[in-house]
């Protein structure tokens, strides 16, 4: 069943639409300057090589943006088929204008998604999580659509900021605090604004982690960002391969 947006909710979605609409000519060059991409190509290698392995035929993007993925995923997987869904048609456009064909690119809405069960070997989202007010609907939504296993790179907001933010906000999330602190933070709306990237919410994969657990066989943890050993407080960015079967 749809889940029902709020109207604080809806406000948000609203505003990220808008957002991406007037700066999708800028989209590209905003997003994908050398130092913000290392991590997005090193989880793109990385489901790279897992798809080769696990032979999949199928792979659908969610929240394509102008179609990046798809595009380096038909040049490095040819003959499988690969769709991306994305809700803003000013850069669905642009998509089209780098030759990707329109049914490669499709309006589309993550958490939910037009799709039977299992349509798809492979439901991957670069990035998409935490710009979603309800992102455990998507992650329902992949699982439901993937046959064979999800590919989720994203933030970690355990690992980000100074090491004694990191712990206040773990502890925080541990005794159920951290709804209250993130609503004061963000003066009531839930969310942050950022010149660079739109609508952004509190996330972090590991909010998803034990729901995906009893939904795979199978879960990876590849550390995107950073070196320690512990990734909950010390990866900024986690790469995460659910295995159904």
Partial sequence: MRHELTPKEQRGVALQKAYYTETAGLYDSMHFSESSTKGHNLACSLMHGLAL????????????????????????????RIVGIEPVAALREIGYQSGIARDSLVEGD???????????????????????????????????????????????????????????????????????????????????????????????????????????????????EGGGKHPLTEAPSIGLLGVKA
């Fill in 53 to 80: 392995l696990y032979q999949y035929e199928s792979i659908l993007d969610l929240g394509s943006g102008t179609g990046r993925v798809i595009r380096d995923l038909r040049d490095k997987l040819p003959g499988v």
């Fill in 110 to 224: 993550a958490t939910a998604l037009n799709y039977a069960d299992g349509s798809f070997d492979l439901v991957c989202a670069y990035g998409i999580l935490h710009h979603i007010p309800n992102p455990r609907l998507a992650v329902e939504n992949m699982l439901r659509v993937a046959k064979k296993a999800i590919f989720i790179s994203d933030g970690n907001r355990f690992a980000q900021g100074p090491y004694i933010a990191r712990l206040i906000k773990l502890f925080c999330h541990k005794i159920g605090a951290w709804p209250l602190v993130n609503y004061m933070k963000t003066k009531g709306k839930g969310y942050t604004v950022s010149q660079g990237d739109g609508i952004m919410y509190s996330y972090s994969v590991f909010d998803d982690y034990d729901y995906i657990s009893k939904h795979c066989k199978t879960v990876l943890l590849f550390n995107l």
